[in-house]
Structures are given as C-alpha cells and as structure tokens.
C-alpha cells in the first residue's frame, strides 16, 4: 500500500485524484491550511489522515509540520493545491504577487524540501500540477503564469538532483478543467462560466495515476493535456 501526500485535496483534480487513491486502497495524507479544512477533508474520505499548514505562508511550514506526525513513508508527494488572481502587470500589488507566488511556487519548494528524506527513502515521486499558463502566459496572466513558470523550474531542477536517489519528478499541464477555479477565472475574466466546456477533473486525474504507476524503468517528466471538446 503506497502513501500518498496531497495538497489541493478539497476540490476540483485535487479531489479526484484523491478519491481514486482511496478507493483502491492507498493511504492519502491530506494537507489542508487548518484545523477545521483537516476535518472536513478526512470525513469525505473515511480513514484518510491530514496535515495542517497554511501554504500562504510558507515561512510557517517547518514549525507546523513539527509539531504533527509525519507518515510513516510517502512514496508520493502530490502538489495540487493553487491560487489565480488575474490582472494586468500595471494594476497588480505586492500582495497580489506574493499570495500566488507563495502558494504556487513558494510553498511547493518547501513542502517538498520537508518531506525529501522520507521520499528519499521510498524512492518515491514528486509530482506537481502546474499549468498550460505554466508554459506560456497571456495578457492578465503575468502574476499566475509567473509562479507557474517557476514551478517548471523547481520541478526541472528537483528532477536532476534527486535522479541518483531514485527520486522521479513529473510536471503536469492541465488546460482549463472543470472546478471551483476555473469558475473563479471565468468570474475575473467577465466570462459565462459552463464547465461542460472543459475538461473533468477526472479525465486529468486519469493521466496524474498514469504517471504515478509508470513502471519504475520509465518517468514521465512533463505531460501536457489539453480539453479534447
């Protein structure tokens, strides 16, 4: 049975993915940003556990990781989790910029950086779902794209320093998909949301399971999936 961190777990490819898991009889590791999300969180999936930080504020993870139980392995670590605020370069704070860079790039690094010894040892997988802003960023997206562009980087650099410890690396780019943020984006962007328009979330945790159970001979190391309507 493989034990599998997640962030991002509440909703949208986070919950799809960790569904899955379950219901096949994996162990999941929710993170959620506090006590009360834990708990919500681990009655929607029975016997699931839970660790509490709040990614917003990654300077804090060290200590809150500190003072809960660690799993006792984790042969995935599932960065799901992201925030979007749109808007042009000229109108966008300090605060607008540090929040996404924070949760989407910030965070990332230092969960991971915590959890590295115990993945280490299991020879586990690092998997982070960025974003096709991840690869090329358009007007109004500078801040998102920003952070996802980075988090390229991190996966990119994390890949080539943990091969020789078995660790494997994959980054995922999802198209627009069907969940709570993508309502968000469509509220920013003035736009009629109608999620029949884009993928399920279930279509990109489908391809999420495939990188995971790859045979260890083979990593996928960037997958790119785009809605097919």
Do not use: C
């Amino acid at each position: 049975m493989a034990t599998h961190v997640i962030t991002g777990a509440g909703s949208g490819i986070g919950a799809a993915v960790a569904r899955r898991l379950h219901a096949r009889g994996d162990e999941v590791v929710l993170h959620a940003r506090d006590a009360g999300r834990a708990k919500e969180l681990a009655a929607a999936l029975p016997g699931a556990k839970t660790l509490v930080g709040d990614l917003s504020d990654p300077g804090k993870l060290s200590w809150a990781l500190s003072h809960q139980s660690l799993p006792d392995r984790v042969d995935s670590l599932l960065h799901i989790a992201g925030v979007v605020d749109l808007g042009a370069v000229g109108d966008l704070t300090p605060k607008t910029w540090l929040n996404q860079l924070n949760v989407n790039l910030v965070a990332p690094a230092e969960l991971t950086r915590l959890l590295l010894p115990l993945l280490r040892v299991a020879q586990g997988h690092v998997l982070f779902v960025n974003s096709g802003a991840g690869l090329a960023t358009h007007a109004g997206w500078a801040a998102y794209g920003a952070s996802k562009h980075g988090l390229k980087a991190l996966a990119d650099g994390l890949r080539q320093e943990e091969h020789a410890n078995g660790v494997r690396v994959t980054s995922v780019y999802p198209g627009r998909t069907a969940s709570p943020m993508q309502a968000k984006v469509h509220q920013q962007e003035g736009k009629d949301y109608d999620p029949a328009k884009w993928m399920d979330p279930e279509s990109v945790a489908t391809t999420i399971l495939m990188a995971l159970d790859l045979p260890r001979d083979a990593e996928v190391n960037d997958l790119t999936v785009r809605p097919g309507r």
